[in-house]
């Protein structure tokens, strides 16, 4: 049987997830593990955080990188992707 939702519950969905593995890391921004792994240790790429001995790389953090390595054109900051 079906559930009812009732008229105050949310139908948003749930916030993105801000932590990664070094696979999804790698895969959010289009390469392999052991690329993404190069461009960590060369710096293009940020260090990942500890979580008790886990590795953990924060997105946006991942994303800034990404905005910063050459090629393409040329974006114009939108401070709505802040």
């Keep these: 049987m079906l559930e009812r939702k009732s008229a105050n519950s949310s139908y948003c969905l749930p916030p993105e997830r801000r ?9 959010y921004i289009g390469v392999g593990a052991s690329k993404f792994d190069a461009l960590t240790a ?23 990188a990404f905005d910063r390595l050459e090629g393409g054109a040329e974006m114009v900051d939108n401070p709505w992707d802040n």
């Design 19 to 27: 932590g990664l593995s070094r696979r999804e890391a790698a895969e």
């Design 42 to 64: 060369d710096g293009r790429m940020p260090p990942p955080k500890r979580i008790d001995g886990r590795r953990v790389w924060d997105r946006k953090q991942v994303d800034r």
